[in-house]
């Protein structure tokens, strides 16, 4: 095993699962977009509004799928939404058309999203006293995978042809169902289900700051679909980049990820800290979509460096962004309730899951270089609105939940 895993034990197999899940989605987001308007044949205004609407979708089950987790059991509901992604990617190889493209793009998308919610507890209960530093740690992991994924994804793109971008699906296809089954045949720990708490249901639907939080980190997410969708579009239409460059920037991306995700991690630990972060983000952003709008319209070794010089800098803001997400979402969480507000908190991904592939494709694809700064500065305010919120939602998770509550059994603080 690596020497950067964990020891033996929980973390080491939710490390594992991860680890082969993402190898997956690293071939996935590279060229997952690509493989639907270069094998497929989809207009990729259809493909935008295809990926809205199973984002949308995805902002229900992600709800849903953390206050299941609390109350029926982790891991089992962890594992199932890994088969049912499994599943639906699998599916990809039948799409000739737009509505059954939406159908298996929704069931993927409410699958992650329920999935995601689910790791949460998951995540809190085996990762000691900071869960944030853990969920950090998984990132690293997230982008060593996304890594030898992109690699791999590089080959299908530049060979370009029908089969190769189907042994794409099906390997991102067996590497849900692996996951899966590393979590089972593992054997992670069970969490014990949770009683329902007293007072009323849905309490995270009801705490507008965290609300707000989670509006404004959705926005901000949006940034995870400009290497993803955005920027390969670009580098093939609108530039004279290479068609390997699509590979080499997410290459970029994700290496950096993986060298310095802990370390910022470290550096972001309060929600005053947070905030800050958020506001350097922004910033980032900005400079990066900047870049990226100078890359068209240069020749072929200018646009490269244009575009390698923005990832880099659009990565940095995404290495804050991850940071400053993870620190707020569980410190203004309670414990007893993890599930459902991590799920709530969801929602900001799946708000970017719904409308930054149209929004990205819209602004920066079709408008072409306006766009790209029209996209920065929704980064930016977005940036300099998170500091007020997060001093906001201090406030009230310090008067919410320092009152008496009801006991609880030991595991709910767990």
């Not at 240069?298 to 390698?308: C, E, F, I, K």
Request: proline residues 6%; hydrophobic residues 55%; contains cysteine.
């Amino acid at each position: 095993m690596p020497c950067w895993m964990p020891d033996a034990g929980p973390q080491r197999i939710l490390a594992v699962s991860n680890l082969v899940y993402t190898l997956g989605s690293g071939l996935h987001l590279t060229a997952g977009v690509l493989y639907f308007t270069e094998a497929v044949r989809l207009p990729a205004g259809e493909v935008g509004l295809g990926l809205g609407i199973a984002g949308l979708l995805a902002l229900v089950l992600g709800v849903a799928g953390g206050p299941l987790a609390d109350r029926r059991g982790a891991r089992g509901i962890y594992a199932a939404t890994l088969l049912v992604q499994a599943l639906a990617t699998a599916g990809f190889v039948l799409v000739d058309g737009f509505w059954p493209f939406v159908v298996v793009v929704c069931a993927a998308a409410a699958a992650k999203a329920a999935g995601t919610a689910a790791r949460s507890p998951l995540i809190r209960h085996h990762a000691g006293d900071r869960p944030q530093q853990f969920r950090a740690y998984l990132r690293a992991v997230t982008n060593v995978g996304i890594s030898l994924g992109a690699l791999l994804a590089g080959w299908v793109v530049q060979v370009g042809t029908l089969t190769a971008y189907r042994l794409m699906v099906a390997g991102n296809a067996f590497a849900f169902a692996a996951a899966a089954a590393a979590v089972i045949l593992l054997r992670l720990p069970p969490l014990a289900p949770l009683p329902a708490a007293g007072g009323p249901r849905r309490i995270a639907l009801r705490e507008r700051p965290y609300l707000l939080l989670t509006a404004l980190d959705g926005v901000m997410a949006v940034q995870f679909k400009v290497l993803t969708v955005a920027v390969p579009l670009w580098i093939v239409g609108a530039t004279t980049a290479p068609a390997w460059l699509v590979s080499a920037t997410m290459l970029t991306g994700t290496v950096m990820v993986v060298a310095f995700q802990v370390r910022a991690g470290r550096s972001v630990d309060s929600p005053a800290a947070a905030a800050r972060a958020y506001r350097r983000a922004g910033v980032a952003f900005l400079m990066a979509c900047s870049l990226f709008s100078l890359s068209a319209g240069v020749p072929a070794g200018v646009a490269a460096a244009l575009l390698l010089t923005a990832v880099v800098i659009h990565t940095v803001g995404e290495l804050w962004h991850s940071a400053a997400g993870f620190e707020v979402s569980f410190a203004l969480a309670p414990h007893h309730a993890t599930g459902q507000y991590l799920g709530v908190f969801g929602l900001g991904a799946g708000l970017a899951e719904a409308l930054g592939p149209g929004l990205l494709i819209a602004l920066c694809i079709t408008w072409g270089r306006p766009g790209w700064y029209v996209a920065g500065a929704m980064f930016a305010l977005t940036g300099l609105a998170a500091p007020p919120a997060v001093r906001w939602a201090q406030r009230h998770h310090h008067a919410a939940h320092t009152r008496p509550a009801p006991a609880h059994p030991a595991s709910a603080a767990a």
